[in-house]
């Protein structure tokens, strides 16, 4: 049995090295972006709708998917985005269900974690047993998007696109606090992810699963 659970935070929180100490302590971990990238590939269903939708002038001559080209015409007019994942994101929804099925035929007991930015956006609550939110504070946020080389005006930007912090929260099953150093970071997805391994074990004894009774931050 699996317990499915989702993993998400705004920009610049820390979500990938979360999602890394999560898989070290022993959860499986799908990458939503690795999946995106996969379903672009030539072949793929993901790659056929985005030709079909844009047209060939977004293949390269290796018949890759051109991001760049893809970025530039899709999101030329205001409402772009919101098509662009209109197309892509029942494929990766589709792409997730599929593998959370394929690990439940095995009959290994695990905790299978989703990393996705736009999870919660997307519809990812009814998706999954528990939702986990890596939490910063928007200043932290800031800081450490200025220190990738992205300029204040666009960590600003695209925390404003996001889901707003209190939002998001509200979604959240259990809250890993990525505001301090790595050492306070591995403390709290280990507490983390001993609820995580409680709630599987729930899940496996009852065959089914509570929701979580309180937040836990």
Do not use: C, W
């Not at 009814?126 to 666009?154: K, L, W, Y």
């Amino acid at each position: 049995m699996i317990l499915r659970v989702g993993l998400t935070g705004g920009i610049a929180s820390g979500k990938s090295t979360i999602a890394k100490m999560l898989g070290s302590l022993g959860a499986v971990v799908v990458d939503a972006d690795a999946l995106v990238a996969e379903l672009y590939r030539p072949g793929r269903a993901g790659h056929e709708a985005l030709v079909r939708t844009y047209g060939n002038e977004i293949v390269r001559e290796d018949g890759e998917i051109d991001r760049q080209k893809l970025a530039n015409i899709a999101f030329a007019a205001p409402e772009g985005s919101q098509k662009l994942n209109a197309l892509i994101h029942p494929l990766v929804i589709a792409e997730q269900i599929r593998m959370f099925e394929e690990a439940e035929r095995t009959g290994d007991d695990r905790v299978m974690i989703v990393e996705a930015t736009l999870l919660l956006e997307s519809g990812g609550r009814a998706r999954f047993d528990r939702i986990v939110i890596v939490d910063v504070a928007p200043d932290v946020q800031i800081a450490r998007g200025i220190a990738r080389g992205m300029t204040r005006e666009e960590v600003t930007r695209r925390i404003a696109h996001q889901m707003p912090r209190e939002e998001r929260l509200r979604f959240a099953d259990y809250v890993i606090d990525n505001s301090g150093d790595l050492r306070a970071a591995e403390n709290e997805t280990r507490r983390v992810y001993e609820k995580l391994l409680a709630d599987l074990a729930q899940k496996k004894s009852a065959g089914t699963i509570a929701g979580a009774s309180t937040q836990t931050t």
